[in-house]
Every structure is written in structure tokens, then in C-alpha cells.
């Protein structure tokens, strides 16, 4: 089956420090991966996606993530966390079934103290 | 551009009771997408609708979850009788297409069925 994989239930770090979000995933074919980000009481927000090309892929917000074909990894980065970066973050990867949908990951939470 | 609107944002409900959530996509996208999100997992997909017929419902619980598209642009899933089980946060998300594009999402529907 097609899916992917987010290892960290939680992530910790400091403001100001580099932050990593894994996500691991398991497709054939070419992989369409996306990242998107969810804050309290809110709905999903894109911030970035893989269709092909360059491996790694700037986003929104200052975060980016690099697609590496070898790991099968698709892991989100940002140099320089900020505390309202806190929140919620779902990898997901396109799927074909006949028709296109998205299937996520089981999400990772980011913390971010000053 | 309008993003895509979802109502109610709140609701509480008894069990067995019947609930209504709508959903107006993005203006132009033809694909809209209903997903439901349990407290600590990913997103996950109901039904998708192209245009006004549906594509993929292979996970929707139909002996209790409808959801139609009469003309093509909003949306309404309907849960009657609601369980506990059902209570999640309902997204609606949307596409210009299928194939390749960003799915944006609706703020959601929360839902407490007590």
C-alpha cells in the first residue's frame, strides 16, 4: 500500500535552533509529496510539495524539505524555528486508485519554546 | 481568492441525532474532497466528488454518512444517526483538478456527538 511514515509523535526544540520533521515514504512510481501544517482549531494550510526536479523544495513560511530518493525521505526543515511555528504537521503523498487523493501521515507536533 | 468555506465550525450533538455540514470550494475547482480527522490521527478520506459525481467513497460509512454535489459546486455530507465514534473534525478540501494539483482545505467542521 501506498502511505507514509511520520516516526515523531513530537518534536522539541528551541527557538532559534535549526528544526527537522521526519517523514519517511513507501510508493511506486514517481512520489508526489506534499507537507501541510495545521494550527489549533484550524484547518489544513499547504506549505510545500514534490512533484519532480529539484530535491529540495523552498516553501511557505521559510520552511523547505528535501526529497531524497535513496531514503525514501521527504523530511521538513526550517533553519531557524520560531515559537509560532508551533503546531501541527502532516506529510502526505498522492495516490493513484483510479482517481488521485491524498493519504497522510499520522501527523508530527512541533514545539518551539523561547 | 476566496479560500474554501465550510459551516458550522462548531457543533454538539446527542447520539442518534442528524447533523449537516456544507462546503464551498474554491471557484473553479472541479474536485472536492471530504475528509474526516479523529483527535490524534491524520486526515482521512471520505468521499471525492469530480464535478458532481462522486470517484472515490470506498470509505465512507454509508449505512449512516451521505454527501452530494447536486450542481457541481457546493457540497453537504450528512451524518444520520450520529455515533460517538463520529466525533471528529470534518474538512472539505478542494482542486482544480485530479491530477497533480494543490488540495486546499476548508478551516473544518469540529463535531461532539455526546
Known amino acids: 500500500a501506498q502511505s507514509v511514515a511520520q516516526p515523531e509523535d513530537q518534536v522539541n526544540v528551541a527557538e532559534g535552533n535549526p528544526l527537522t520533521v521526519k517523514c519517511t515514504y513507501s510508493?511506486?512510481?514517481?512520489?508526489?509529496l506534499f507537507w501541510y501544517v495545521q494550527y489549533p482549531n484550524r484547518g489544513l494550510q499547504f506549505l510545500l510539495k514534490y512533484i519532480t526536479g529539484d530535491n529540495l523544495v523552498k516553501g511557505s513560511y521559510g520552511f523547505e524539505a528535501e526529497f531524497n530518493k535513496s531514503q525514501t525521505s521527504f523530511h521538513l526543515k526550517k533553519p531557524s524555528a520560531l515559537v509560532s511555528d508551533s503546531a501541527l504537521y502532516f506529510c502526505?503523498?498522492?495516490?493513484?486508485?483510479?482517481?488521485?487523493?491524498?493519504?497522510f501521515g499520522t501527523g508530527t507536533r512541533l514545539l518551539v519554546s523561547p | 481568492e476566496a479560500g474554501v468555506a465550510q459551516s458550522p465550525r462548531y457543533k454538539i450533538i446527542e447520539k442518534r441525532q442528524s447533523v449537516a455540514f456544507w462546503c464551498n470550494p474554491i471557484?473553479?475547482?472541479?474536485?472536492l474532497y471530504w475528509y474526516q480527522q479523529i483527535l490524534g490521527q491524520g486526515p482521512k478520506l471520505l468521499i471525492q466528488f469530480q464535478n458532481n459525481g462522486v470517484v472515490d467513497d470506498s470509505q465512507l460509512p454509508k449505512d449512516r454518512f451521505s454527501a452530494e454535489r447536486l450542481k457541481g459546486v457546493d457540497s453537504t455530507l450528512k451524518i444520520q444517526p450520529a455515533k460517538l465514534e463520529d466525533s471528529a473534525v470534518y474538512l472539505c478540501a478542494s482542486s482544480f483538478s485530479e491530477s497533480g494539483n494543490t488540495i486546499y482545505f476548508g478551516e473544518g467542521s469540529w463535531l461532539t456527538v455526546v
Open positions: 471557484s473553479g475547482h472541479a474536485t
Open positions: 502526505a503523498v498522492r495516490v493513484n486508485t483510479g482517481f488521485q487523493k491524498l493519504v
Open positions: 510508493v511506486s512510481g514517481n512520489p508526489y
